[in-house]
């Protein structure tokens, strides 16, 4: 079965890289030779992965088998823009694999090529001697890898065997087959991004908020409320995926030290982004794009009904960040961040559908569902016949320092392990 090895050890010394199933030693082929396989699908987004980390834990791999004759297969498909290496790392890492590699390496089998790939081989081309060159054979089909390899042996993602199959049948001229989510890989202890919200509960003692989303909010608040166009603007994309690694690792995170508010503010729609399953839940997505139907002044009870279909977690983490947004918007005259335009930010980072990219005719509704719960916060999250909850001070969050002055009565959900009172069944419109 393709993915993580079952006997692979915590105490693995690359076990951060390994962990993934990127490469894996499976099996001889028909000249009784080793076969390594490389799996691009695997490769977890560039901010995930330590590359020069996967470098070495190459070179662990087949340091135990190059004295040895042995092939490498390299499953390509997979491979995006999210999680491709760049040029300059694959310029370096040919040239760190050295005659010692290259020597007893008898073919490398490149499965599914792409036009990238000839980009790329023509790049590299003045580095590759002629005969590495002759070593490398191209097969646009698993059943042409066959017939050079027995692929039972083989440890073939799900996803390389379901895109054959679509090439299959595509081919046929018959419809593809229905695309499956892959299986999970084993996150780190620490990983903020790319795990559920129940994991990241479990790993932090039951805090309900993840320490992510709780620490961006803190930063903001503190620093950042009155920032022109707060959660509109980018940051630099290598300091993202750094401040990722650093929050995955359970290291230490001072915004100060980049100098820039607009960090903080990306991470926390980045966050929101890789969730597993969007934090209005896939269930939700057909009862939000409804809500242009209702009559304008049943919007915000419409809005209550659904919210309490949601899971309690998913309830907890939305209020906490509703209420944040909606102090943003508070300060719109100095920010330019009304609930409208927070929507047109965050309404996609909240809920997306369960198959494929949501639709531009989506986009409406769903923006407009977030600007509901942003705009009319109190009375979606605090109607009048559900108890409030005090706002919490410094004491309660861990916030230390001055801030900004906040609109006073304004509850902020607690980011603690007791869930925020959900609006009563009475309260339904």
């Known amino acids: 079965m393709a993915g993580q090895d079952p006997a692979l050890s915590l105490s693995h010394p690359f076990y951060d890289v390994a962990r993934h199933g990127i490469l894996q030693v499976a099996g001889d082929d028909h000249l009784g030779r080793c076969v390594v396989t490389f799996s691009c699908c695997r490769l977890p987004p560039s901010h995930q992965l330590n590359h020069q980390r996967l470098l070495e834990y190459l070179k662990y791999t087949l340091d135990r088998h190059v004295e040895k004759d042995y092939t490498i297969v390299y499953f390509h498909h997979g491979l995006s823009s999210q999680n491709k290496p760049s040029l300059r790392w694959l310029q370096g890492a040919y040239k760190e694999f ?10 490398l089998y490149v499965v599914h090529p792409t036009s990238f790939i000839k980009v790329l081989w023509g790049i590299f081309k003045p580095l590759i001697s002629h005969k590495f060159g002759k070593k490398v054979t191209y097969f646009n089909r698993l059943s042409e890898l066959r017939e050079h390899l027995q692929c039972d042996q083989l440890p073939i993602p799900p996803e390389v065997l379901r895109y054959d199959e679509k090439l299959q049948t595509l081919h046929k001229g018959l419809p593809s087959p229905p695309a499956r989510t892959p299986p999970p890989r084993p996150p780190l202890p620490t990983q903020q991004f790319g795990v559920s919200l129940q994991y990241l509960k479990e790993k932090n003692h039951g805090e309900l908020i993840p320490p992510v989303l ?21 940051a630099s994309a290598q300091t993202i995926r750094q401040v990722q690694r650093l929050y995955d690792q359970g290291k230490p995170v001072n915004f100060d030290l980049y100098g820039d508010i607009h960090v903080p503010a990306v991470i926390l729609k980045t966050f929101l982004w890789e969730l597993p399953q969007p934090l209005l839940t896939f269930q939700a997505y057909e009862q939000i794009l409804g809500i242009t139907g209702v009559e304008s002044s049943l919007r915000v009870s419409h809005c209550r009904r659904i919210l309490q ?7 907890a983490v939305l209020r906490y960040l509703m209420g944040f947004l909606h102090e943003v918007s508070q300060e719109s005259i100095f920010n330019k961040m009304s609930s409208s335009n927070l929507a047109c930010v965050f309404g996609l980072n909240l809920i997306w559908p369960s198959q494929g990219a949501a639709p ?6 769903l923006n407009l569902f977030t600007e509901l719960l942003i705009e009319y916060y109190e009375k979606i999250f605090n109607p009048p016949d559900a108890p409030r909850e005090r706002a919490p001070g410094p004491a309660d969050t861990g916030e230390q320092g001055n801030r900004l002055p906040r609109c006073a009565g304004r509850p902020v959900a607690r980011a603690g392990p007791v869930p925020p009172p959900r609006p009563l069944a009475a309260g339904r419109c």
Request: proline letters at 5%.
């Open 214 to 234: 709780k620490f961006t909010v803190m930063y903001l608040r503190e620093k950042g409320l009155r920032t022109e166009g707060l959660f509109r603007r980018s």
């Open 360 to 365: 531009l005719s989506a986009l409406v509704p």
């Open 98 to 107: 050295d005659r010692k590699y290259k020597k007893n390496l008898k073919a």
């Open 309 to 315: 279909g949601l899971p309690e977690h998913n309830y």
